[in-house]
């Protein structure tokens, strides 16, 4: 078997203020090279913490991390000073949920693009300015050259995460990290940047996480979904499987309350109730409480999870039977 580009193993991150809040309690996958896994869930659920922990986001004062997380062969959490600065923007890269926010708006977008790259690489500024413009071309950014003059306010909001994936790709990542990359976009808009990411990746052979609690979004890119639901995965697999047979209740739940084709004119059924507390988890499956079939072994004891393959499952009562691998 291949080793994995990503493997995170009990990754559980604790964030300490006046409570201290569980937004990633033992957190599990593995990536291949080339694959693009979907995370799903409701806001809340530990998406975007998984992907920010990946790159080493936050600050050590007021977060507790514990787990493994290697990448490309590399313990995360081992590295310091200039290796972690090279490793964010060279080995892993992200795409925030807000390009008006991540980009500095004082500064170009072509001016941002190319000192990224020079921070990567020993090459005169001239040489990484054609890099950048080039970048700007390869996402489908028109008249390019004056768009690199432009500075974050100045361009539309699909334009904008357009340079931010330039940006994000800049330095030939391994692992891109895309998080709800179009959630504030037009409709028509967030197709076409989803193609273009699917395109991109096919194109250079890099893994993605992606991030949404879009189905449609996650079912267009991803080869793999992973659901999390209060900063555990509940569930994992191909995403044929995940849509058509889901076997967590929060999954089923989470695809009755979409809206696509195969329910057209029907009812949406949302999921009753709200996501726990982080700073109180109940005892059991944090899920018991919103679930139908949950009995008193759900909301007394923590499933553990059940893996096969690449799928896993953590559930008492699954609505189709998963039985882990020997």
Not at 289 to 312: D, F, K, M, Y
């Amino acid at each position: 078997m291949n080793t994995p580009l990503v493997s995170l193993q009990d990754l559980t991150v604790e964030f300490c203020g006046n409570r201290t809040a569980s937004a990633l309690n033992q957190v599990s996958f593995d990536l291949g090279k080339g694959e693009v896994l979907g995370l799903l869930g409701e806001s809340g659920s530990g998406k975007s913490v998984t992907l920010r922990t990946l790159l080493r986001l936050y600050p050590a004062r007021n977060t507790l991390i514990s787990g493994r997380i290697r990448v490309d062969g590399r313990d995360v959490l081992a590295l310091k000073g200039r290796e972690l600065e090279l490793y964010r923007g060279g080995t892993v890269s992200m795409i925030f949920q807000e390009p008006g926010l991540a980009f500095d708006p004082v500064y170009t977008i072509g001016q941002q693009i190319t000192e990224a790259i020079r921070i990567h690489e020993a090459i005169d500024e001239k040489t990484a300015r054609q890099q950048a413009l080039h970048m700007l071309d390869r996402v489908q950014i028109p008249q390019a050259k004056q768009r690199f003059d432009a500075y974050p306010n100045e361009l539309s909001g699909g334009m904008r995460q357009r340079a931010m994936i330039a940006l994000a790709l800049a330095c030939k990542p391994k692992l891109l990290l895309a998080d709800e990359p179009t959630t504030a976009l037009d409709a028509s808009v967030q197709i076409q940047i989803l193609l273009l990411l699917r395109e991109l990746q096919q194109e250079t052979g890099m893994s993605v996480i992606f991030v949404t609690h879009d189905i449609g979004a996650a079912v267009e890119v991803a080869d793999r979904i992973a659901v999390m639901y209060a900063g555990r995965i509940v569930e994992q697999g191909p995403v044929a499987q995940i849509v058509r047979q889901p076997r967590h209740p929060y999954t089923a739940g989470l695809l009755a309350s979409s809206v696509g084709m195969e329910n057209r004119g029907k009812t949406l059924v949302s999921v009753p109730g709200s996501p726990p507390d982080l700073a109180c988890l109940p005892p059991g499956c944090s899920f018991a409480p919103r679930c139908a079939g949950a009995n008193e072994q759900c909301r007394r004891e923590r499933p553990p999870v059940l893996s096969r393959g690449n799928e896993s499952l953590a559930c008492f009562h699954p609505i189709l039977p998963f039985t882990e691998a020997a």
